[in-house]
């Protein structure tokens, strides 16, 4: 097998001028022979996904209640589809079945039937092989990818012509439907790319690739035209959300690059996802997320005191609490922890850490928003942490805490909430520009 894999998004097949689109792209190139459909987006923005109204008729369905006005959407907006692509395909008996099953149906099977009739309504378009996720895109016991879906999908997408695998979903041993996570279709491209052994992965979306920064809060910021599977992680851990975050192991492994397409510019090059690239500059990304409370422990003489962290983080474990990055000096650790992790655990875990490790002091500081700034060529730039400082310093923006990774492609600020925003204007503007 060869050729690209190209995984449309919602909001590319939101309608039929949409799906026409996608279907242009398809065919302007013979490569792009296997098509991961989503279920049809938005088509405006007062408008409700198709994926939002099955999870509400299931909702309604399952407990006991008439859910006509969901389906109905569904079911109208599916019966325009099919008129307007012309397909024979029988949408109303499926809709039918659908609805014969709401009661009893899983909330998985019911979220599923967006991306099942969209995918069979593009296949007849595309006079394409419909290839059934439940068949073989397998989860195992645990609800984790069954590494037997790579030879099971292989040897379904084995032939000559196009290939129409819907998103979102699978199957348990057992034979149910199951779901991933939601844009889980992302992450159906990725496995569907590496079974097909894709020259490339396209990703199309409404957005040409990444930027530098978050355009709401920089309107112009620049367009990044290559990442690293590495970068792009930290990226998306910190709040840059084109892609589903585990869309890039199955790829990633194998070394299959990502290309992040936009089906409304499809003469944009977007963003290429790599294993390695040539780091022309130091940073290639800025982002962040509020939201974080940082657990400051201070002990004299910590250092001399073995399991004094093991101790200190057992605490967080027996509350069910994970924390996301741990700055320590000689005398203190600090622990950061999401706002939602720590929900009302605050002062029982305060208590904790006080009866566990008898500290000097512990205390809870709450409104902080964390920034990664990452770049690959930071390495080997000198200087980088100092400019970052300096440009924050000359802002009036205080730095609440500080750390960089071990592998030194990204540096870590916390700052006050109410700094957020012009701290990643900050930030950007410093580097922007700066070989």
Known sequence: MSGITCKFGGT???DATCIQQAIDIIRENPKRRFI??????????????????????HDLASKGLAATEPADIIRQRFEELAQALGVSFDIKAHLDEIAANARTATS???ASRGEYLNGRLMAEVLDATFVEPAECIKFDDEGLLDPATYD????????????????????????????????GSDVTGAIVARASQSEVYENWTDVSGFRMTDPRIVPHAKAIHEVTYQELRELSYMGANVLHAEAMLPVREVAIPINIRNTREPEAPGTMITARREASQPVCGIAGRTGFTMINIEKTLMNNERGFARRTLSVLEEHGVSFEHMPTGIDTISLIVKDEELANHGGAIVKGIEKAVSPDRVTLTPGLAIIATVGQ????HVGVAGRLCASLANAGINIRVIDQGSSEINIIIGVEEEDFERAVRT????????E
């Open 12 to 14: 590319s097949l939101a």
């Open 36 to 57: 991961v459909p989503s279920a049809p987006g938005k088509r405006c923005r007062d408008d409700i996904k198709i994926t939002d109204l099955l999870y509400a008729w």
């Open 108 to 110: 998985d099977y019911m």
């Open 152 to 183: 099971l999908l292989a040897a379904k997408l084995d032939g000559d012509g196009l290939f129409i695998i819907p998103g979102f979903y699978g199957a348990t041993p057992d034979g149910n439907i199951k779901t991933f996570s939601r844009g």
């Open 377 to 380: 060529g930071m390495a080997h």
């Open 427 to 434: 930030i950007y503007n410093a580097f922007e520009t700066w």
